[in-house]
């Protein structure tokens, strides 16, 4: 617990290692959960950046040893793809990211973890470069997030769709998100790179549209 809160309330280099430590914790006594909190450190170590540069590398290589799920389902495929992707690369690791991503297409969402999971399924989509499945999960998404009203989680989904929105040349569209995404970011007191707001501003070649 200290661990998510940490992760939900700074984003930062912390998180990923303590999520580390609770999985490896986990593992002799709950397998999923175990698993389940391997896929938080990576999310953790994904959004740390440069700010845990090896964080990535270390929580992928604990996840391979990880034991297996005695029923695997989506989040489990898409832990495994990622972490054989990120220890040995694009070729190994792109038909499992492939059968993961498929598994979150085509199954229910909502089973899988509802949107908690998301996040990591789009990076798959990304690394396949794989506009579609990027663009359809991250519409999901948003939606699964505004229907629940959690907002500090929805800051971050709307970063994304926003990506998506500038890459198919919707500027207008990415522009009121990144409205959007200002006031949630302000209304839950979170704190969010502003990496959208940035990039739509290069796209346009003007000033920023927020000062977040």
């Known amino acids: 617990m200290r661990a998510q809160l940490e992760f939900m309330s700074m984003r930062g280099s912390d998180a990923p290692p303590l999520l580390l430590g609770a999985a490896k914790r986990l593992e002799p006594l709950d397998a999923t959960l175990a698993r389940e909190t391997y896929l938080d450190a990576l999310m953790?170590?994904?959004?740390?950046?440069?700010?845990a540069p090896d964080a990535v590398l270390q929580v992928a290589q604990a996840a391979r040893e990880a034991p297996p799920s005695p029923s695997p389902l989506a989040p489990d495929l898409?832990?495994?793809a990622l972490a054989v992707t990120t220890t040995e690369g694009h070729g190994p690791g792109a038909p499992l990211l492939k059968r993961a991503l498929d598994a979150f297409r085509d199954g229910d969402i909502v089973a899988n973890g509802g949107f908690r999971w998301l996040f990591l399924a789009e990076m798959a989509a990304i690394e396949l470069w794989d506009y579609e499945a990027w663009r359809e999960i991250t519409v999901r998404e948003v939606q699964l997030v505004r229907d629940a009203g959690a907002l500090t989680v929805l800051a971050t989904a709307l970063s994304v769709s926003i990506f998506v929105r500038i890459f198919a040349g919707e500027l207008g569209v990415?522009?009121?998100?990144?409205e959007e995404q200002r006031i949630v970011t302000e209304a839950s007191g979170s704190r969010l790179a502003p990496h959208a707001a940035l990039m739509l501003t290069a796209w346009r070649g003007g000033k920023p549209t927020s000062p977040r």
């Not at 953790?44 to 700010?51: K, N, T, V």
């Open 44 to 51: 953790a170590a994904q959004l740390a950046g440069r700010f």
């Open 78 to 80: 898409l832990l495994d």
């Open 174 to 178: 990415a522009a009121s998100m990144i």
